[in-house]
């Protein structure tokens, strides 16, 4: 038992709550939702410390014992995630400060983001199925309201697509819990993976295993990506950016734990359909970052390619494998924040997101510029970015399971990243300044802090990798030891 | 307004909605052991206030009632939470509850139980979540 362990859900929980009752205090809820995102990567940076010491830290609630009870597990995978989800969160909350506007933020914009926040921490740390369908209910709810905030016309067009299309796929989550739970008894997932292991995963199993894959794929925008590019470019900058950041992530950390803890016996069926469906969400994500003129869209297909390359390493299910996807799951958390805040600032100056009728930004923003520049740099993993081991470990990993053709694939589309980044910073950026200062539509004032503090991380995480090696290499050592994760929660010797 | 002739809905309601109230605490209160709770206890008093917006106005019922029900179910849930937290100060899990027997004056020995807290909190959140639904479908002028 550590109670520790439920403060990173509750804490915004609380915060919010109190937001709704100031909600004219906008100052105050400034300060409150910084306060909170800080008071979670601070408690669980303490947590990570108790993992790497002590082992994975579960809590009861209630003082249920799991299998009965509802139980929270903080592994040092979701601690990781955890601690990357509060300083992507902060710096969006910098950002969304000067951008968001008055109106936003008078109808409830902050709460409601620590609320999509409490979603995607509680996703990362439940112990059992349904819990997670619970989490992602209420990181759901959070995003359709923050998506439609504002009801400008292109918002709720998206909107309705965006609710339509998770709806589909909650209904098919609950179908596929049900399928789980009739065939096995259980959905705490140290159990499942018990009783998975002693049935034998047969083909009705695996069958339940690829609905499950579908309706994270949803979720995560792996291969059933087509609503992404809308969804993500409708809202405001701040919102889109957290959208890229964690909600795909939280898609992909369910595919993880599922693949890894539970339906890890037949990875010749679903880790083989996991790549292959990598590998087409790669290629098809990067045609479509090649081929549009607008910022925003490109910038969308670069998010659904992330989602293939990170599966990819899931797919090779080796120990560098996973050690290249967790670090560039990391790795992509924080880039692709930054390569949104970087592009809704593009916009956000000039009022129009069409490459053609940019240029030559750099001359009145060269800060700006060059840390685009960095940004594209790392996206496409360039050393010595944060991209670059991630990148590399993944492909070796799937050279080492032996599909060469999905490490190709994945280095290919690597190119076409690079080429689709830099095709909007050599326009954007270079060339004939076209505009001038005094016709741009706002300042970059206060905009460049939460900028660059990613732009720092990226660099810093580049460069210092060694510091968090060790703690990667114990979330690996738990997705490739089940029986780690079992013991934990389920204490040694557990009845399947 | 114009005045519509609903004087048979007016007097049952104003009897009705006394013995929803009452029906909805009773409820509340029998959930510790039997059927029941903050959950149904909270929509069957939610349903009186509906059925008060129905017969009177929403307004004339707003000009009465002068809460915004997005700040009850916002502390609904603070309770709700807080007694999880509550929880902590003792050092046992999260969301823990404990019982006792005391002697009341009126009562008599009456077993209190700090799960009704965590249900006052589940019922106001309820109230204020079916009222503020209501309301914004309801009135959409």
Known sequence: MNNFVILPIIIPVIIGMVMIIFRKQIKLQRYLSLVAMAAVGIVTIYLMLQIKSEGIQTLHLGGWVAPFGVTMVVDMLAALLITTTSIVAFCCLLYAFRTIGKEREQFYFYPLFLFLITGVIGSFMTGDVFNLFVCFEVMLVASYVLISLGGTKIQLRESIKYILINILSSFLFLVAIAFLYAMTGTLNFAHLSLRVAEVGQGGLMTTVAILFLIVFSLKAGLFLFFWLPGAYSAPPTAISAIFAALLTKVGIYAIVRMFTLVFYHEPEVTHLFIGILAAITMILGAVGAVAFWDIKRILTYNVIVG????????????????????????????????????????????????????????????????????????????????????????????????????GAIGLFTSLMVLYSIMKVFMNAFWGYTVIKEEEEQGTTAGLLLPIGILTALTIALGIGIQAIHAYVDLAVEVLMNPSIYIEAVLGLNPKP | M????????????????VIIFTFAINLFISGHHYPGGGFIGGLAFASAVILLFLTFDIETVRKNIPLDFKVVAAIGVLIAVLTGVGSLLFDVPFLSQSFGYFNLPVFGKTELATAVLFDIGVALAVIGTALTIIMSIGDDR
């Open chain 1, 307 to 406: 989602v293939g390359f990170i599966l990819a390493g899931v797919a090779s299910f080796t120990t560098v494998g996973m050690t290249g996807a967790l670090y560039y799951l990391i790795h992509d958390m924080i880039v692709k924040a930054l390569i949104f805040l970087l592009g809704g600032t593009v916009i956000y100056l000039t009022g129009t997101s069409n490459l053609r009728d940019l240029s030559g930004l750099i001359r009145l923003h060269p800060q700006l510029g060059w840390m685009f520049f960095i940004a594209a740099l790392s996206l496409s993993g360039i050393p010595p970015l944060s991209g670059f081991l991630g990148k590399l470990f993944i492909s070796e990993g799937t050279f080492e399971a032996g599909y060469f053709w999905l």
């Open chain 2, 2 to 17: 114009k005045e519509p002739n609903d004087i048979i809905i007016r007097s049952v309601a104003k009897v009705a909605v």
